[in-house]
């Protein structure tokens, strides 16, 4: 008799930081992953994160002891996920890039199958349009690392099917992933709210108003905020911020949304946060 985990086999595109923290959240709870990108290079570097994410979540005691570790197999070809049960979209926070990948993805997939974007901006809706079946479509924005922290927010999108809904939260149930649900908007809860913060945030380190580190101590320190928040945008990659922001700002028309100019001269330079080593802070090294 099959469990739960046994049940499900998951597709993942795009494996950068939230590909591989995905693919780890769900190989660490017996869940058997295709990881998807189109650069060979890319792959071998996912193989070797994973393998490290996955020492670091049995370290931390965050996956589960009773059940084996699913396998992780890679590939250039959309064409091997056709038998999953659910796809999980994760790549770049650019409209065109997500329309091509969704579009192959469902164009690829039986009927039924489950088709989850990692968006953290662009709104459901939008993305519906582009899937052979936008009744199949729904959001579900994992946090980094998304197995470590165990909320996750779920977008339900006006054309979303009840039982997508349903399977998809049930998926996060195996997962061992808590979720709330929220209607489909541009930035949905968290990223309405945080992303214009670490602008602002920026934005006053711009003025010279105070220093890096006084902005995140005075958030930590008199707002209970466990990280700062540009130290937070460190850890999302400054590139993926300023690519969220870009979509806030061209949808929503929110000042606070537009990229301050030392966010744009940061990406420009390289120092994208702790994935180049160097962001706000000085990681000192490329972290994995």
């Known amino acids: 008799m099959s469990t739960a985990f046994e049940e499900h086999r998951l597709a993942v595109l795009g494996a950068g930081v939230m590909g591989t923290n995905i693919s780890t959240l769900a190989i660490g709870h017996g869940v058997p992953v295709v990881l998807v990108d189109v650069d060979e290079s890319v792959l071998d570097q996912a193989r070797r994160t994973v393998k490290q994410k996955l020492r670091h979540a049995q370290l931390m005691g965050v996956l589960p002891a009773d059940r084996p570790q699913g396998t992780l197999t890679t590939t250039v070809s959309v064409a091997d996920i056709a038998e999953a049960t659910t796809v999980v979209e994760a790549v770049t926070e650019v409209a065109e890039v997500k329309e091509k ?45 998304s197995y470590m922290i165990k909320m996750v927010e779920v977008i339900r999108g006006p054309r979303t099917a009840p039982a997508v809904l349903e399977a998809a939260t049930g998926l996060l149930t195996v997962l061992g992933r808590e979720s709330l649900v929220i209607q489909d908007s541009a930035g949905f809860v968290i990223n309405r709210l945080l992303h214009p913060l670490i602008n602002t945030a920026a934005m006053l380190v711009q003025e010279g108003v105070a220093s890096v580190e006084t902005v995140d101590g005075l958030l930590e320190g008199c707002l209970g905020h466990s990280t700062g928040p540009l130290r937070t945008g460190d850890l999302i990659g400054l590139d993926n911020l300023v690519d969220s922001l870009n979509v806030l700002y061209e ?33 000192g090294k490329v972290a994995s």
């Open 101 to 145: 990948v969704l579009t192959a993805a469902s164009g690829t997939v039986r009927p039924g199958t489950t088709l989850i974007s990692n968006t953290s901006c662009i709104p459901i809706d939008e993305m519906a349009s582009w899937v052979a079946r936008p009744e199949e479509l729904v959001g579900v924005h994992f946090m980094n690392p």
């Open 251 to 283: 949808r929503r028309g929110d000042e606070s949304c537009r990229p301050c100019d030392l966010l744009l001269a940061k990406v420009q330079d390289g120092h994208l946060g702790r994935k180049s080593g160097r962001g706000f802070y000085d990681y």
